[in-house]
């Protein structure tokens, strides 16, 4: 039982949040799935942000491709099936202007999902990926988050390009009494 | 070409470079200008290089979405999306996200010649029963009007400087094909346009 002598022990939403922060990335643009709950209630209840939802992942990454020229850093928030929405506006428009958008993909489809059709469409996230030659890692501990997530951000800006961050299963549904693999 | 596409509305038909043209001379304030794919930013290239233009070459429909941050990045500049009847049609869903957050310095315009001219000419739903600023209206953009000619046009875009938005602004134009097109350097127009824009330094 925690008291208050005890450490308090960052959860992977707040990691997350810490880089954002640490990165002036002001700008987040969502669309809702449910294992990245945790981090858009916080993200939408803190005025540090500008947040909202919107009806797709490609409105929401061509929202921050406007942003990111115009000196306001911002990230997208996505589930895997969002992903795959995506190849288009990010060859056409991110990869091939060279521009910093920065995307936070749930991990979806695998460890344990119980949606054959997340997890078809998850194995085609990294190919893709490669395909574009974009800068992606995934972040599957808790004590790599901030690191991951803060370095992957300052890379996308110096080297003005476009890059994911991939949230495992390892990271967002560890601790989670009685979690399943929701939807 | 004719557009002879019924019409729901009585707005004369008009040419998108005389209005893009009309648009222009009117930004004294350093206005950014995002035009979308093909025809629409062909004109907007060809009604004169502006260093606060951004011509998008790909990414079809997103003209919109990248005004709309845009203006989020910096409210106090206003900014236009200059947007095609196919190409809106493809991402209607950004209207009404754009009505929600209600920046005030954004216009939509859209030019709509019910087509997709650049790919043949077939027809666009708005040749049939779509209506533009019905389906603006019902995402929740208020300020939504028919330019009904080209005077219609220059006092809606004067109302788009003077007052607060989101403001959204339906052309029916005709069939011209542009006279020039954009050169394909994406990288050196996104890097125009962060200069023209204070990002980067002149």
Redesign the interface.
């Given at each position: 039982m925690a008291t208050s002598d005890t450490p308090k022990v960052e959860k992977w939403h707040e990691a997350v949040i810490r880089a954002l922060k640490d990165n002036e990335v002001r700008?987040v643009v969502y669309v809702p799935d449910n294992v990245l709950r945790p981090l858009i209630d916080a993200i939408t209840t803190d005025d540090y942000f500008?947040s909202?939802?919107?009806?797709?992942e490609?409105?929401?990454?061509?929202?921050?491709?406007?942003?990111?020229?115009?000196?306001?850093k911002?990230i997208v928030l996505m589930q895997t099936s969002g992903f795959a929405t995506l190849p288009?506006?990010l060859?056409?428009?991110a990869v091939?202007?060279?521009?910093p958008a920065l995307l936070m993909i749930s991990e979806r489809g695998t460890l344990g999902d119980f949606q054959i059709a997340q997890a078809i469409v998850c194995r085609t996230m990294r190919p893709v990926l490669e395909s574009l030659g974009m800068e992606h890692h995934t972040i599957s501990r808790l004590d790599e988050a901030h690191f991951i997530a803060d370095r992957t951000i300052k890379q996308a800006y110096k080297t003005q390009a476009p890059a994911a961050l991939i949230l495992s299963p390892l990271l967002t549904a560890a601790g989670r009494p009685g979690n399943t693999p929701g939807s | 070409m004719a557009n002879d596409a019924p019409f729901k509305h009585n707005s004369k038909m008009m040419n998108r470079l005389d209005l893009t043209t009309r648009l222009v001379g009117k930004l004294k304030n350093d206005e950014?200008v995002?035009g979308g794919i093909g025809n629409s930013n062909f004109d907007l290239w060809n009604a004169g290089p502006r260093a606060q233009n951004?011509y998008?070459?790909?990414?079809?429909?997103?003209a919109?979405?990248?005004?709309?941050?845009?203006?989020?990045?910096?409210p106090q500049r206003r900014v236009f999306a200059l947007e095609g009847d196919g190409s809106l049609l493809m991402?209607l869903?950004?209207l009404?996200?754009i009505a929600?957050?209600a920046p005030k310095n954004l216009t939509i315009i859209v030019w709509d010649n019910a087509m997709y001219q650049i790919t043949g000419s077939q027809k666009t739903a708005s040749a049939g029963k779509a209506d533009f600023v019905e389906i603006a209206r019902g995402a929740g953009l208020a300020q939504s009007a028919w330019a009904n000619d080209e005077a219609d046009f220059e006092r809606l875009i004067d109302a788009t400087l003077a007052g607060d938005g989101p403001w959204f602004i339906a052309a029916r134009i005709d069939g011209s094909t542009p006279k020039g097109q954009t050169p394909r350097e994406?990288?050196a127009?996104?890097d125009n346009?962060?200069r023209g824009?204070a990002?980067k330094p002149a």
């Open positions: 700008l500008t909202f939802i919107t009806a797709r490609e409105e929401a990454l061509g929202i921050v491709c406007g942003a990111a020229m115009s000196g306001l911002g288009n506006v060859a056409s428009l091939a202007a060279q521009i | 950014a995002i951004f998008m070459l790909g990414s079809m429909g997103l919109a979405p990248i005004a709309f941050g845009v203006a989020l990045a910096q991402q869903g950004c009404a996200t929600n957050v994406p990288v127009i996104k346009f962060m824009i990002i």
